[in-house]
């Protein structure tokens, strides 16, 4: 599971970053497996996440251990939701990822698993910074 909001650059108005990163998308769109949806919405991209997350809750047989929105100290764009699961030895994280590139930036919708022995404990939803820090450690790729 992989999406893109795009583009999605305030200091980009007149979107001059369009011409060349669209075809860039575009190549990827013709990938198998991917779609492209122009215009891309933050709702369109939420409704890509909740799938996702509908997936993952199935695979793994329960529903995510917390759902928190992302702001921008997570990630840059739009606010979306974070759901994340822990096994045994892994951290389940499906959301939004920052890619703040030459571009403006593009906002990533992610599927990360990775050793939850980064940073086992999974701190108190109301723990805004120190959640937002265990995403991160988590998703940064």
Request: proline share 11%; net charge negative.
């Amino acid at each position: 599971m992989f999406g893109e909001l795009y583009p999605v650059d305030p200091d980009d108005p007149d979107l001059d970053n369009v011409p060349w990163l669209g075809a860039l998308v575009d190549d990827w769109g013709r990938a198998p497996g991917w779609t492209v949806r122009r215009p891309a919405t933050a709702d369109a991209c939420t409704e890509v996440l909740d799938r996702a997350a509908d997936a993952v809750s199935a695979h793994l047989g329960a529903a995510p251990e917390v759902t928190v929105i992302s702001d921008a100290a997570v990630v840059t764009g739009p606010a979306m939701p974070h759901r994340i699961w822990r096994t045994e030895t892994q951290a389940v994280v499906v959301g939004p990822h920052a890619d703040n590139g030459p571009y403006g930036y593009l906002t990533h919708l992610q599927l990360a698993a990775s050793p939850l022995n980064l940073a086992p404990e999974l701190p108190p939803t109301g723990e805004t910074a120190a959640l937002d820090r265990w995403i991160e450690a988590h998703v940064d790729w």
